[in-house]
């Protein structure tokens, strides 16, 4: 049975938040790093050196973090979270959408120390590449943005498989619930496709 216009417009609304709110926020760091990588690589004659370790800085980090870090864990669960949400709303979880997508709170105590950790070691290495000289640190920031844009992309495709239709095959990792992924994704499928007529309830 299929759910009420309402609640599927709902489910929708909770899911674009939180997932397009994650989104958003690796935009913002993309923009910040390749615009300061593109300032400091353009004023910067880089030696053969340094050629070579921004190439296969690049090659590493997109492989290492756009693909397996976010193509294949961070990006789907991301999507699987949004579309659990969608269907256990409550308020403040609805209210920190994008933070409960990225699983910094309400998740498994395995995930909960990842996520924690994960982010703390991002911060010390933000603290860490801000002390390298130039050239370095835009050859850094520039790898890490082109890593940070593949697991937007990522996101993105995710989410528009899970509109059609297709959510992703990972558990959203909650606390004592099993995931049920199908659900939600079906309706909202269904909505973001224009199923459904004026008579529908």
Not at 15 to 26: D, S
Not at 89 to 95: C, K, Q, T
């Amino acid at each position: 049975m299929r759910l009420p216009r309402r609640e599927q417009r709902l489910r929708l609304a909770v899911v674009l938040w939180g997932v397009l709110g994650v989104a958003l926020v690796l935009v913002e760091a993309v923009y910040r790093l390749a615009a300061t990588a593109a300032r400091s690589l353009t004023t910067h004659t880089l030696t053969t050196g340094q050629l070579t370790l921004l190439a296969v800085w690049t090659v590493v980090i997109a492989y290492v973090e756009g693909y397996r870090g976010f193509q294949q864990r961070f990006s789907p669960r991301v999507v699987a979270r949004a579309l659990y949400l969608a269907e256990h709303r409550r308020p403040l979880h609805v209210a920190l959408g994008p933070l409960f997508c990225m699983a910094l709170f309400h998740t498994t105590r395995r995930r909960l120390i990842a996520t924690w950790a994960l982010t703390l070691g991002i911060v010390a290495l933000i603290l860490l590449v801000r002390q390298m000289p130039p050239p370095y640190r835009a050859i850094v920031d520039a790898g890490v943005a082109l890593a940070l844009a593949w697991g937007t992309i990522s996101i993105l495709v995710f989410l528009a498989q899970a509109l059609a239709g297709r959510p992703p095959g990972v558990a959203p990792e909650v606390p004592g619930e099993a995931p049920r992924l199908a659900g939600p994704a079906d309706e909202i499928a269904h909505r973001a496709a224009g199923a459904g007529s004026a008579c529908d309830p």
